[in-house]
């Protein structure tokens, strides 16, 4: 199995100081399909089999 890892960001990404409804779509398509998110400082990381990540990227951007 391959793996990759990613690193995303939504902008923007808040609003009012809480995170905004297209950011918790996205991230909710993503953890929807298994992948565990981590969300950092500047960016978020998933981390999967190259299949998965792409499906759920995919879906990410469909849903922010």
């Given at each position: ?25 996205g ?33 990410m951007?469909?849903?922010?």
């Amino acid at each position: 199995m391959t793996t990759c890892r990613v690193e995303f960001v939504i902008e923007p990404f808040s609003t009012d100081g809480e995170l905004g409804p297209h950011v918790r779509a996205g991230i909710a398509a993503m953890e929807s399909r298994g992948l565990a998110v981590i969300m950092g400082p500047f960016g978020s990381l998933v981390e999967g089999s190259t299949e998965d990540v792409s499906a759920a990227i995919a879906a990410m951007v469909q849903a922010a």
